[in-house]
């Protein structure tokens, strides 16, 4: 009487990792995300790729994700395994607001972006 078990949303020798929210708004994250898709993912967080600037912290962390996903989850050779896609997505916008003349108030909106990596293993048998 249980549910059927949910399909995988990516291929078999594949894997990818969502976090919550990053605080970083994705108009600044997308151009990071759009620069080379292709890039070993074996090479550490200290490569050129998704790592560049002040969202450092997240987007390492992201990789990390995914790489741990492929290789607990899914049993895929970590030293295999190359960025197959990157992209950025919005996520909530906190409103936050200032005083201003005149009674008024100025709204303040800081978006914060989704970021989702998908791993994918090349070479050798999935």
């Given at each position: 009487?249980?549910?059927?078990?949910?399909?995988?949303?990516?291929?078999?020798?594949?894997?990818?990792?969502?976090?919550?929210?990053?605080?970083?708004?994705?108009?600044?994250?997308?151009?990071?995300?759009?620069?080379?898709?292709w890039q070993?993912?074996?090479?550490?967080?200290?490569?050129?790729?998704?790592?560049?600037?002040?969202?450092?912290?997240g987007r390492?962390?992201?990789?990390?994700?995914?790489?741990?996903?492929?290789?607990?989850?899914?049993?895929?050779?970590?030293?295999?395994?190359?960025?197959?896609?990157?992209?950025?997505?919005?996520?909530?916008?906190?409103?936050?607001?200032?005083?201003?003349?005149?009674?008024?108030?100025?709204?303040?909106?800081?978006?914060?972006?989704?970021?989702?990596?998908?791993?994918?293993?090349?070479?050798?048998?999935?």
């Amino acid at each position: 009487m249980s549910k059927d078990k949910n399909p995988r949303r990516v291929a078999d020798n594949e894997a990818m990792a969502k976090p919550a929210c990053c605080a970083l708004s994705p108009q600044k994250a997308e151009p990071r995300c759009a620069t080379d898709p292709w890039q070993e993912s074996g090479q550490g967080p200290d490569g050129p790729y998704l790592l560049q600037k002040a969202d450092r912290s997240g987007r390492e962390k992201c990789l990390q994700s995914a790489i741990a996903n492929a290789e607990n989850n899914h049993n895929l050779d970590v030293d295999e395994l190359i960025v197959a896609e990157a992209w950025v997505g919005k996520n909530m916008t906190l409103k936050r607001g200032r005083p201003r003349a005149r009674g008024r108030f100025g709204k303040i909106m800081k978006p914060l972006q989704r970021v989702t990596i998908l791993v994918r293993q090349v070479g050798g048998a999935s």
